[in-house]
């Protein structure tokens, strides 16, 4: 294990893949406790066997960020097992790629329910135990398509708009207690959902992808780890409200 600060526990949402599974295992690796939440309950227990062999403190649980009293057990098992909740990262989403004539009701209000309404659900379900300690620390993963709008995305860059706005918002009445609230807009990230994506013919290939970037490569879910853990150490206790592009320079 690396060197520890205080010992937190930290709940990620969409933890068992992609973005989720670097912060977690990069969250676990300070020494923190760490709750692997993910829709796919069986992966999300993979990882966590995983980070107890590494000498972690972790746990698994199964839950759907859209549905209310899925998020509000999921919340209280890590209570119950864990302690109150200290440090959450909302990493959970859903992707959507249809023209805006196209874009189904349906389509809409499950992209806002998973992206939006979920990460909603899930700051209100844990921030009172932040209030009650006086610090907390909250990561919400946005996204890039909200800062510069998405063709035949509309729906999904309208969500991850709200999370920005909602971020800013949670900031600002937070911030008396001793709670920070930031964004992560990523872009150009190589994960699991961007690759099935490019199956589909979604998106372009990597290579492609990279030549946009000015850094010249696609993003790691390590490289979005790593601006997660720095936001949510006690050094980053004066940074709240911020949208911190991880980016690759795309977005400026």
């Not at 759907?64 to 097992?81: G, N």
């Not at 990493?91 to 329910?113: D, K, M, N, Y």
């Not at 013919?201 to 492609?208: A, H, I």
Request: charged letters at 20%; hydrophobic letters at 45%.
């Amino acid at each position: 294990m690396a060197d520890q600060q205080t010992q937190r526990v930290a709940v990620v949402t969409g933890g068992a893949s992609g973005m989720g599974r670097s912060i977690c295992q990069q969250l676990a690796a300070r020494g923190h406790r760490v709750a692997v939440l993910d829709l796919d309950g069986d992966a999300a227990q993979v990882l966590a066997a995983e980070l107890h062999r590494d000498g972690a403190d972790a746990l698994a649980c199964r839950l759907d960020v859209a549905d209310r009293p899925s998020v509000d057990d999921a919340v209280a098992k890590v209570r119950s097992e864990f302690g109150p909740v200290e440090i959450l990262v909302t990493s959970a989403g859903a992707a959507a790629f249809a023209s805006f004539t196209e874009i189904t009701v349906e389509s809409w209000q499950r992209i806002l329910a998973v992206n939006l309404t979920g990460t909603f659900h899930c700051v209100q379900a844990a921030i009172s135990d932040m209030v009650d300690a006086r610090w907390g620390r909250i990561v919400t993963v946005s996204s890039s398509s909200a800062q510069r709008g998405s063709p035949r995305m509309a729906h999904y860059a309208a969500a991850k708009a709200g999370v920005i706005t909602l971020t800013k918002s949670l900031a600002r009445e937070f911030a008396p207690y001793g709670i920070t609230v930031n964004t992560i807009p990523p872009s150009g990230i190589d994960t699991p959902m961007s690759r099935r994506s490019q199956s589909l013919g979604d998106l372009p290939s990597n290579e492609v992808m990279a030549r946009a970037i000015p850094l010249g490569r696609l993003g790691t879910s390590d490289d979005i780890a790593a601006a997660c853990l720095f936001l949510c150490s006690e050094e980053a206790g004066f940074i709240t409200g911020q949208v911190l592009g991880v980016n690759g320079g795309s977005v400026i």
